[in-house]
């Protein structure tokens, strides 16, 4: 069971669009829409963002959201703002009732 | 509002067993609907180590299982961890989380953790 496939960082203008990748396998993200995004600023817990692949828990917004194809997913973050400079991770069901989370991306706004 | 909260050691020695309690206070431990569970983070990237039910059936991360522990107390509305024969890697930041999973005739539902505590840091140092 390895750790899924992020870039280490990412950037992007304010206003502008971002998309993160997840790279995993046909055990984990290709055989499971069972996908997970979580946000975490410095020195806080980590917040969910996305789960199931695309959907987004009340409250977070609507400028989140998530895809998958094949044994990739990626998080897109429309007109970004300074508030989301933060890391992300995914994190996906690999069967047997295991988990298995990314190694984090740094989103840094310009 | 759900809160979890982690304590224990924040210093173990090489060899020894790191042992960490969540309190979970708003919300029900005995919940049918939730998993308890525990991640970690070094300093960066974040690893599963386990999961637990409140009738105490565990799931664990593959490459700890042989070390890891988790237990449920009900009574005290509190999950334990228990991770043995620790060294440096296993310095981190330990979370406990609720975990919410789901499988039925149509499929795998939710996978997601949706309420952390605030975590605490154990050093493995002599």
């Known amino acids: 069971q390895s750790a899924l496939t992020q870039p280490a960082s990412v950037s992007g203008s304010p206003g502008q669009s971002i998309t993160i990748s997840c790279a995993g396998t046909?055990?984990?993200?290709?055989?499971?829409?069972?996908v997970s995004w979580y946000q975490q600023h410095p020195g806080k817990a980590p917040k969910l963002m996305i789960y199931e692949v695309t959907k987004r828990p009340s409250g977070v917004s609507n400028r989140f959201s998530g895809s998958k194809s094949g044994n990739t997913a990626s998080l897109t973050i429309s007109g970004l703002q300074g508030e989301d400079e933060a890391d992300y991770y995914c994190c996906s069901y690999a069967g047997s009732n295991t988990l298995v989370f990314g190694g984090g991306t740094r989103l840094t706004v310009l | 509002q759900l809160q979890l909260q982690e304590s224990g050691p924040g210093l173990v020695k090489p060899s020894e067993t790191l042992s960490l309690t969540c309190t979970v206070s708003?919300?029900?431990?005995?919940?049918?609907?939730?998993?308890w569970g525990w991640i970690r983070q070094p300093p960066r990237g974040l690893e599963w180590i386990g999961n637990i039910?409140?009738?105490?059936?565990?799931h664990c991360n593959p490459s700890l299982k042989s070390r890891v522990t988790i237990l449920v107390d009900t009574s005290k509305n509190q999950f334990s961890l228990k991770l043995t024969s620790v060294t440096a890697a296993d310095t981190a930041v330990y979370y406990c989380a609720r975990y919410r999973f789901f499988s039925d005739s149509s499929g795998y539902h939710y996978s997601l953790f949706d309420s952390w505590g605030q975590g605490t840091l154990v050093t493995v140092s002599s």
């Open positions: 708003g919300g029900s431990i005995s919940s049918s609907t939730y998993y």
């Open positions: 039910y409140y009738g105490g059936g565990t």
């Open positions: 046909s055990s984990d993200v290709g055989s499971y829409n069972l």
